[in-house]
């Protein structure tokens, strides 16, 4: 299983951006995905979540402005950003809790490689 994010880029504040994350491999169930950014010098945060039925949750700092959706068949999660601004670039990571084989006692976390987000003033 692995987690495969892409969409990051560079964009003038005030600009969109849209991110994708999709999970590929063999698995029984994905629950939860999630969004978290880490910016240089800072710990990684989480920004947003979604279950697997859609109900979704945002940070302070992007609530209002991001918003998550999921496409449970293309196993493929996406993040709309607008109104970005120069605090929002970082490394974006993606989540995902996944239950792997039904035979599996527990779920797992898997996670994707990052990708760059710029937001120049």
């Known amino acids: 299983v692995q987690l495969q994010a892409s969409g990051g880029g560079l964009v003038q504040a005030g600009g969109s951006l849209n991110l994708s994350c999709t999970v590929s491999?063999?698995?029984?169930?994905?629950?939860?995905m999630s969004w978290y950014r880490q910016a240089p010098g800072l710990q990684r945060e989480l920004i947003a979540d979604?279950?697997?039925?859609?109900?979704?949750k945002y940070a302070e700092s992007v609530k209002g402005r991001f918003t998550l959706s999921r496409d449970n068949r293309k196993k493929t999660m996406f993040l709309q950003m607008k109104s970005l601004k120069p605090e929002d670039t970082a490394v974006y990571y993606c989540?995902?809790?996944?239950?792997?084989?039904?035979?599996?006692?527990?779920?797992?976390?898997?996670w994707g490689q990052g990708t760059l987000v710029t937001v120049s003033s």
């Open positions: 989540a995902a809790n996944i239950w792997v084989d039904p035979a599996d006692f527990v779920s797992k976390d898997f």
């Open positions: 979604i279950t697997r039925e859609g109900f979704d």
């Open positions: 491999g063999s698995t029984f169930s994905i629950n939860a």
